[in-house]
C-alpha cells in the first residue's frame, strides 16, 4: 500500500517561498511508469494540478505557475518537493501530493489519482 504524507509549514508570509515536501512510503519514486504530482485546492474553489515530477526526474508544470514553481526529488529519502515562489494571500490553498500512472493535469476531485496524501493547509498571511 502507497502511502504519501506531505509536510511544511502551514503558515507562510506574503513574498517568501513556500516549501513542502511529499514523503513516499510502501513504493518508490523511481518506479516505472507514475507521476508525482502536486495539486491545490483554495477555499472555496476546484482543485488546481501545479505541476509533477515524473520517475525519470523530468518534470512538468502549469503554465500559470511555472515562473514560480519548482519541483524536485530525493531519491535517497524517497520525497519529493515542491517550492513555490513570491506567494500572497492568493496561495492559501489546501496542498496535496499525489501519484497516478497519467500525468493528471485537470482533476476534478483527488480521488482521480491512484493515491494521495492527506493534504495540508497553507495559509499565506502577515
Known amino acids: 500500500q502507497v502511502q504519501l504524507q506531505e509536510s511544511g509549514p502551514g503558515l507562510v508570509k506574503p513574498s517568501q517561498t513556500l516549501s513542502l515536501t511529499c514523503t513516499v512510503s510502501?513504493?518508490?519514486?523511481?518506479?516505472?511508469?507514475?507521476?508525482w504530482s502536486w495539486i491545490r485546492q483554495p477555499p472555496g474553489k476546484g482543485l488546481e494540478w501545479m505541476g509533477a515530477i515524473r520517475y525519470t526526474g523530468q518534470t512538468y508544470y502549469s503554465p500559470s505557475l511555472k515562473s514560480r514553481t519548482s519541483i524536485s526529488r530525493d531519491t535517497s529519502k524517497n520525497q519529493f518537493t515542491l517550492q513555490l515562489s513570491s506567494v500572497t494571500p492568493e496561495d492559501t490553498a489546501v496542498y496535496y501530493c499525489a501519484r497516478d500512472s497519467r500525468l493528471r493535469r485537470v482533476p476534478t476531485t483527488i480521488d482521480e489519482y491512484d493515491y494521495w496524501g492527506q493534504g495540508t493547509q497553507v495559509t499565506v498571511s502577515s
Open positions: 510502501g513504493g518508490s519514486i523511481t518506479t516505472n511508469y507514475y507521476y
